[in-house]
Every structure is written in structure tokens, then in C-alpha cells.
């Protein structure tokens, strides 16, 4: 969508000469060449931004600012001003004008002060959605489902860490939760009244993410109107999540490790730092010991990241954990689509046990949320699973389910050997297997062996 421009001054040739350069630019242009008429037009259409002359007869270019501004608050609004009069330029800046610009100005100059102000407007809609989502994010912690023993040793770990300041990454392929898990360490932790910041360092460019992260001073650039606070300072006293951190610019990594190490910011533009105290948990899908090799990523930013290291198994790591998954899924959609979804059959239900989900947790919860919908009601079919999950299902049926058998035949036989090579003592047995006892009662339980 091409932003859409208003034009307003006296003078037609500077219109035309506007309109004509803006043109090029990509905007969608329309002048006026007085107050009245600019405010009739404001009235009937929405603009992205207004570039308006100050001194105008009758009805002036500040009236069409507070016009405009009444209209539509997110309307970014330019003032044209003769270098005598530079005051009044600052009256309409206070009067909430976006950006001025001092007659008579070079092409260049128009382009790039129109195109801050329209990236400055941007930035505060997201800023004001971020917000929101804090809001909502204080509501309560989302549910984590899972029965997989890896994924309850992690938990295990995560008990001891989630009270501490200790920052903590999160590793993982994509899908696999490492969100879900950034959101769940907040909500438990002691600073969960404070502010959860989560920012997507591969998202934003690399330009805005220093002023983004950082705030910065009025003045600091053209288009910096007014004072604006970093995420970092917005999230003091709470928690900072960095997703892909993996693609964080070099520069920037440096930057942010001085940060870490002297808890001050400096927005750009101030010479005076602000304290932060924030806890910042990191994810990424990127293989960042290979990033490190390759001089992309610093390796002392990434010990001060990694305090505490999560790696988030990939689905097909955990088959166990599809069948629990999808029903709760079920659930969840079942309710948000108004649908009478009551559960899966078996043949559905091997179907997921057998697909190799590439996109791990959330490609699950996309086939579900698909199903939910296109079930009438009862349970979800094997017709209403994606083809790619139907294609020879029964051949790798029949392999899985054997080598699944097979792998728990062999642990269990294993399990029973060394316990009772060991007196049937559970400590002992735990150490000679290299693993901890909270793991060994799950699997005893898994088995049955308690019993045996
Ligand atoms: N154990 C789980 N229980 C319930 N829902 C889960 C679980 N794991 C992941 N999800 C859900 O699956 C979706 C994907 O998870 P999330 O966005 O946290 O993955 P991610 O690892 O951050 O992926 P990416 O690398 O693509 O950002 C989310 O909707 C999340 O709520
Ligand atoms: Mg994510």
C-alpha cells in the first residue's frame, strides 16, 4: 500500500514541484493550496501524512495541524516554515507536529524527512501493540504440555533458575517453543509484575534496532522529535527476550555486551546513562557455536548470554509428547472456532504419531487448528489431516511402532539389570546410569518397575 500524502500551500508551484517529486517516490499525492480546503479534505479522507505551509491567509498551516491531528492522531504531519520564521515551527512541533523542514529545502531533505516521520509513526503503532501484549501477557501463564522425559528434565532445571537473575538461552529449531518457554520463565519468576520486553532481533533492520533497543534523545537524528525510551530501559526491573539473537548485527553485539556488563544505557544522542536492571533471555534456531566459529557472533557476549543454556528437543525427539499435544490443541481450537471437536481417532491419531514435523510444535498446531475447522463435530478423521501426513502411512506404521517397541524393550531390560546389580538401591542405580533420580522414577513408573 502506497502511503498516502496531503499537500498544502499557498504557493501552487511548490505543490506542483511536491507533488511531481513525491510522485516518483511512490507516495499517492494530493495538494491543496489553502487551509480551508485542506481541512475539507481532512474531514473526508485519511492521510498517512500532511505536509503543510505554516503562513498561510485565512485559515494557516497550524489550524490544519490541530485539524489533522483531531482527524487522526496517527496522521504524521510535517510544517513548512521560511528560515525567518523558525519559532513558529517550533510552536507547532509542541502543538504535536510530527517533523519541520526550513524552506526552501533540498529534494533530498523533503524525501528523508517524510520518510522518518512515516518510519517514526510506525514504530509508535508497534510500540503501542507491544504494549498490549504486556497487558495481556500479565493475565496469567500460558499452559506447557508435555510428558517427555527430556522436557521434564529441562523443567527440572528450570525450577532452580527461573527465581534467579541468571540469564538464560534458549536453543532450538524453529517451532519447538522456545517462546512459549522465554514467556513461561517470566511469568514464574519474581519479576513477573514487571515489564516482559520481547523483541525479534531478525525483524527489525539493523538501523532502527540501536534506536529501538536503545531510545534515543530528541534531536539525536532528523526525525527524532521527541525523546524515546529504548526497549532495554523499558524493561528495567523486568525481563528482556532477544528472539534470534543469532542474527543481531556484530556492531550491535558489542554494544549490547557493554550494556550487560555496565547496566547503563546510553540512548543516542545523551551523554547521560540510564540503569537498567534487566534479565535477558536469548533463543535462537541458528547454530551459533558455528557462528561463533565463523566471526559472526562474539563469543564473550554469548558466555554472558549463556549463564544458563536450554536446548529444546525437536518434536520428532519426542514422539511421546504428539499425542498430548494434539489433544490439547483440540481443546483449544474446539473452543476458539465454536466447534463441537471432541478428540482424534486412532487412525488420525497414528497418522501424527508417524509424520516427521519438520515445523515441530507449531506445524502440530496448524494441522489441528485445520482439522477443528474442517471437522463437523465428534472426533478428527484421518480426511481432514493434511495428504502429507496420509502418504504411506501404513509402511512407516508398522517400522515405527516395531523400533518404538523395540527401543522400550531394551530400556526397560536395562533398567531392571542395573538396579538389580545394585542391590535394588535407586541411587546407586541412577549414577551408574548417568542419570538423575527424578529421571529414573519417571522411567520406573513408565515401566512399571516399582511393581516388578
Ligand atoms: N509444550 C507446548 N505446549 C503447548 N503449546 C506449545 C508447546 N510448545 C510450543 N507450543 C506452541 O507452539 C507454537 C510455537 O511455539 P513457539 O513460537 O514458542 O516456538 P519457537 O521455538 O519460538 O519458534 P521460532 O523459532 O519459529 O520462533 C506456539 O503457538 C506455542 O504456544
Ligand atoms: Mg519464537
Known sequence: MRPKVLIVDDEKDICKALEFLLKREEYEVASVYNGEEAIERLKKESFDAVVTDLK???????QVLEKAREMDPDTAVI???????????????????????????????????????LEQKRILRENLA????ISQKRTGCKDVVTVSDVMLDIFDTLEKVIPTKSNILILGE?????????????CNSPRRDKPFISINCSAIPEGLLESELFGYRKGAFTGAAADKLGLI??????????????????????KLLKVLESGEVYPLGDTKPKIVDVRILSATNADIENRIREGKFREDLYWRLNVIEIRLPSLKERREDIEILAKHFIGKFAMEHRKN???????????????????????????????????????????????????????SDREAS??????????????????????????????????????????????GIEDA
Do not use: C
Open 56 to 62: 498561510m491567509a485565512k485559515v494557516d498551516g497550524m
Open 130 to 133: 507491544l504494549k498490549q501484549q
Open 233 to 254: 530501559p523499558l524493561a528495567h526491573q523486568g525481563t528482556l527476550f532477544l528472539d534470534e539473537i543469532g542474527d543481531m548485527p556484530v556492531n550491535l553485539q558489542a
Open 341 to 395: 471437536v471432541v478428540g482424534i481417532d486412532g487412525q488420525a491419531l497414528s497418522a501424527l504419531l508417524d509424520y516427521s514435523w519438520p515445523g515441530n510444535v507449531r506445524e502440530l498446531s496448524n494441522v489441528i487448528e485445520r482439522a477443528v475447522v474442517l471437522s463437523e463435530e465428534g472426533r478428527i478423521t484421518l480426511d481432514v489431516l493434511p495428504a502429507k501426513l496420509r502418504k504411506s502411512r501404513q509402511e
Open 402 to 447: 516395531s523400533l518404538k517397541n523395540y527401543l522400550n524393550d531394551y530400556e526397560k531390560n536395562l533398567l531392571l539389570k542395573i538396579y538389580q546389580a545394585h542391590g535394588r538401591n535407586k541411587e546407586e542405580t541412577s549414577r551408574a546410569l548417568g542419570i538423575d533420580l527424578a529421571t529414573l522414577y519417571r522411567k520406573f513408573k513408565k515401566y
Open 174 to 186: 524453529s517451532g519447538t517453543g522456545k517462546g512459549l518457554i522465554a514467556e513461561l520463565i517470566h
Open 79 to 117: 510544517v513548512m516554515t521560511a528560515f525567518a520564521s523558525v519559532e513558529s515551527a517550533v510552536e507547532a512541533m509542541k502543538k504535536g507536529a510530527t517533523d519541520y523542514i526550513v524552506k526552501p529545502f533540498l529534494n533530498e531533505e523533503i524525501k528523508l524527512t517524510l520518510r522518518k516521520a
